[in-house]
């Protein structure tokens, strides 16, 4: 029951506390964390009267209640508290793609995933227990949103602060107690996710993550340069949604399979040098490894990823169905050999620090919602973190992929013959409008028209994101996925 102390449970009638316990909890009789309270009787029966009311007593709709709860485990890592409420989430209404949006601790969600009032629930929960002071326009988001359930706005913020406070004190003694001998388990992902490495060759391995539930097809993701697998957190809710949900416009139920590329993240840095076809053939062998048929719905990658995806749509085209190369190019633009040089130069000299925040200020300009002054921020903040936790080795291993490249020219040494082979696989192409001053998405339209132009014609589409910068999954989700959801969706 627990690695610190035996759990009490009085036989029925032998305790009225303990009984009243039981009447609470009804058929599931008492738990491990009752058996650890229980060797405090009085301490038991106040925290089985404040329970009661918290959980039966008060005016908050139970979804809220539990969303509350709910992030409060997330983010303490209560995995027994997690496991003992996600079922009850379930029961009021919250959905798998909600659910997951509420274990994922690295941003609050985008606002399609949960309703306004969820949306302000979650952000208050988060704050309360995270920093305990609660900013003022996050207090006054859940007021104004606490309006559509009553006029007694005041008792229903106090019930609110309760339910947090309370439930932050639950997660806090189940841990301090190891009650249930769990307290070192991860907290549950609302669906199957499994982490793995993958050898390839002799020096390296791959850090993947897979994300799956049954019957659903495949997508592959690859993440920029100096990022990790994490990046498309913000998306994954999307992809998951199920084909019944009205939280999304256009729904997923897809497995996913994340992965960092050769340098990032949990992935080794190889001694041998990387190219551009290198990722790709990476992406090649984890499908054949990982996925039981053998072949995906879709492969979507960003910058450094996206030239990994349309190396990899020449070079294995019978393993996807598609390819989503966002915000990338065919082929090393002039002077940007050099530009790699400087970055290198920049982080060896100054830190990896110096390089993330002249790379944020890059990828996400003012104008974009994760730029200086938008609303996103914070997701700018979580990128910074990833590239500060790129190693410089690392870094040279990617960059040195971007700085001599060249899908497009006939049949190159490395097999690589985009415009050829490429057209086998249905393509779309993706750029933020913000990206590059509009260069990078100028670029991506003219190999459209190169592609199309080709005899016999590929089968290639290009779109572009609004308001959006270098990574527009990142700064402008819900119009990505818009996009990107509808490509899948026709494929």
């Not at 738990?31 to 301490?43: F, N, S």
């Amino acid at each position: 029951m627990s690695r610190l102390i035996p759990g009490r449970f009085p036989a029925p009638g032998v305790s009225p506390i303990a009984d009243r316990i039981r009447e609470r909890r009804g058929a599931r009789g008492l738990t491990p964390l009752d058996g650890a309270l229980l060797h405090v009787p009085a301490v038991a029966e106040g925290w089985n009267s404040l329970l009661g009311a918290i959980r039966t007593k008060g005016a908050l709709p139970g979804d809220v209640r539990e969303l509350m709860i709910l992030r409060v485990a997330a983010r303490n890592h209560a995995a027994f508290e997690w496991i003992h409420h996600e079922h009850v989430a379930r029961d009021h209404g919250l959905n798998t793609t909600q659910l997951w949006a509420i274990r994922d601790t690295l941003s609050l969600p985008p606002p399609a995933v949960l309703s306004p009032l969820q949306a302000a629930a979650l952000a208050f929960a988060d704050h309360s227990t995270v920093t305990v002071r609660i900013p003022p326009h996050i207090t006054s988001a859940l007021q104004e949103q606490l309006k559509q359930i009553g006029p007694d706005v005041d008792d229903l913020l106090v019930e609110a602060a309760a339910v947090v406070a309370t439930y932050n004190m639950v997660s806090r003694f189940l841990i301090s107690l190891d009650v249930a001998g769990i307290s070192d388990n991860p907290v549950p992902w609302p669906v199957d996710r499994t982490e793995h490495k993958v050898p390839i060759g002799s020096d390296h391995l791959h850090a993947v993550t897979l994300v799956t539930h049954p019957d659903a097809p495949w997508v592959v993701f690859a993440n920029s340069l100096l990022t990790d697998e994490s990046m498309w957190d913000w998306l994954v809710p999307a992809v998951l949604a199920p084909a019944t949900s009205t939280s999304w416009p256009f729904k997923g139920t897809y497995n996913i399979l994340l992965h960092a590329q050769r340098g990032h993240g949990r992935s080794s840095t190889t001694a041998t040098p990387c190219t551009i076809p290198i990722l790709a053939h990476d992406i090649a062998l984890l499908i054949t490894t990982l996925v039981p048929a053998g072949k995906v719905k879709s492969v979507i990658g960003v910058s450094q990823g996206g030239a990994a995806t349309l190396a990899f749509a020449a070079l294995h085209p019978s393993l996807t169905a598609s390819v989503v190369a966002c915000d990338t190019a065919p082929r090393t633009a002039p002077g940007n050999a050099e530009a790699w040089q400087g970055r290198i130069a920049l982080a060896k000299s100054d830190g990896i620090a110096a390089l993330a925040a002249v790379t944020a200020d890059r990828w996400f300009p003012a104008p974009s919602q994760c730029g200086q002054g938008g609303e996103r921020t914070t997701r700018t903040d979580t990128i910074k973190r990833m590239i500060e936790a790129t190693s410089i080795p690392g870094f040279e291993l990617g960059a040195g992929a971007l700085m001599s490249y060249d899908l497009i020219k006939p049949v190159a040494e490395d097999g690589v013959d985009l415009l050829n082979s490429g057209r086998q696989v249905k393509t779309l192409l993706v750029a933020g409008e913000l990206d590059g001053g509009g260069k990078v998405g100028a670029g991506m339209k003219g190999l459209r028209d190169q592609w199309n132009a080709s005899k016999p014609a590929a089968d290639v589409e290009y779109v572009e994101i609004p308001g959006a910068g270098h990574l527009p999954m990142v700064d402008e989700t819900e119009k990505f996925w818009e996009k990107v959801g509808v490509f899948l969706n026709s494929v």
